[in-house]
């Protein structure tokens, strides 16, 4: 293992140090427990948005916190819930009265942490659950689909109406609706390494490639053969597409999201390609993300996220943001 | 069961995990995603390094001291199951009175149906809960007798018997759920890992 560590102890905290101290004029960190939350206290009557989850998603959550955006983020060990005493801290500091939406991916751990977090606090809160990773059967059996690089959009889009005063049931339904508007896929080159563990995840091939794979490296679909970036890219619209089924008159946001190792001269290719067979099928891409939002530590690879849009989605996408990860109109 | 008995058990159990770490980490990395013997060996050093601080409480404050360690210093899956496991416990009745096996069993049997209801598993569908609650059955069977060694022993069997049976398992909850056909062929880490724990702490019971 080859990281910038000093001991595996201290990881996270000097971490989340040093983001604090980068980012002084956008957020503060709380350590013990651990949570983010903007320098400005949320304003009376804005609903709360506080996200969280395993650490080593960076930018994802921390970085999504600031004007437009979330109001706190919980950060947990790498690749691990956090506790539910970090949501509760966090709740009461940054809870204005309007009330607290948590934001959590659909991961057993992550929901019942959420779940004992949002049992502990005692003002007014609800919550949703993204799942828009197409890679995996969703059924009510089953945990059902992963929660991945959508949630990205769903922070941003629900953060603007927040700040438009959404009330916390308006924000919720925002937020559901954004989550089933989306649809992701991932595929990873190489495997990732916890620091905790200290080698990969999963053994991968140099010529392999593990298709519709999870943000902390768990498996897909299958394990192929590299292809071309064309190939790749058309088998994970392919996927997508057969899930959301875009209207043809539908308007649509592109959002490719690298994992950590990949170069955004990569995935700038992958967005080329994107938008090429998405125009040659009459899907109208309208707006765009692209780069490392929701990462998998050092892992190469990408994930390409379709949202299908409404005037009330494109209205709060350009909305105005100020975070560490993601700027504009401000 | 005491304070002294917990914190025995904590070390009996720390050793064994720490024995078997590979083989839960491997198993984890084949279906899971690779976080859980880390989460179950902080808790459980977490709760070890408790020692001072808990060994002259009453054992309902002791209880929920693990409790609040183990909620908010593990994370993931098992520190919520596990915290609402050693809650639910602290939150039992008369615990100021001399704990027997009995109790005991009451104790440890309202603790799993917790957990069972925070992670909304069952049996069958390849996690922990596929050890917990076969071996809860079978304490609740046992609570009453007055030779409960042996039934010890059948404890420890049952709980390996539904260890292996996770192997060939379509997993439906947790992180394997995700993984379908391919999270065949591997036993649970988390059922494993509960295993482990209990039959370190039934052989201790039954030596000594």
Known sequence: ?330 | MSVSFLISQAKNVQKVIDENSAEIEDLDQKIGDGDHIFNIQRGLKLVVELEDSIKDLPLAKALNMIAMKVLSGIGGSSGALFGTFFMTMAKSSDLDKDIDFNKACEMIICGIKAMKERGKADVGEKTMMDVLLPVSEKLNELKNESEFKSGLNEVIKIAEERMLSTKDMLATKGRASFLGERAKGYIDPGARSSQLMIDAICKSVINN
């Open chain 1, 1 to 330: 293992m080859k990281k910038f560590i000093n001991n595996n102890d201290d990881f996270l905290k000097e971490s989340l140090t040093g983001f604090g101290k980068a980012h002084s004029d956008i957020i503060n960190v709380n350590l013990d427990p651990s949570f983010i939350s903007r320098k400005n206290k949320t304003k009376d009557g804005k609903v709360s948005l506080i996200s969280g989850g395993g650490s080593g998603h960076e930018p994802m959550h921390g970085g999504f916190v600031g004007h437009g955006m979330l109001d706190a983020a919980c950060p947990g060990f790498v690749f691990s819930a956090p506790t539910p005493d970090q949501m509760q801290a966090a709740a009461e500091h940054v809870d204005s009265g309007a009330g607290v939406l948590f934001i959590v991916k659909n991961y057993s751990g992550d929901i019942m942490n959420f779940e004992m977090g949002a049992e502990m606090y005692s003002g007014k809160n609800d919550s949703i659950i993204t799942n828009d990773d197409v890679a995996v059967e969703d059924s009510t059996f089953t945990t059902g689909r992963r929660g991945v690089a959508a949630t990205v959009l769903v922070e941003k889009i629900v953060g603007s109406l927040a700040e438009h005063s959404g009330s916390l049931e308006e924000c919720k339904k925002l937020g559901e609706k954004v989550n089933k508007n989306a649809g992701t896929m991932g595929v990873a080159f190489t495997s990732c390494t916890v620091p905790a563990a200290g080698k990969p995840t999963f053994d991968i091939g140099d010529d392999e490639m593990e298709f519709g794979v999870g943000i902390h490296g768990e498996p897909g679909r299958k394990r192929e053969k590299i292809q071309q970036s064309k190939t790749i890219v058309g088998n994970i619209l392919e996927a997508i597409l057969d899930n959301l089924k875009p209207g043809k008159n539908e308007k649509n946001l592109l959002f490719v999201n690298g994992m950590g190792g990949t170069p955004l001269t990569e995935l700038y290719l992958v967005y080329e390609d994107a938008c090429q067979i998405l125009q040659s099928k009459g899907v109208e891409v309208t707006k765009s993300l692209v780069g490392n939002y929701c990462t998998s530590l050092e892992m190469q690879g990408a994930s390409i996220t379709l949202l299908k849009c409404d005037d009330e989605i494109l209205k709060h996408w350009d909305a105005p943001v100020h975070t560490a990860a993601m700027r504009w109109g401000m």
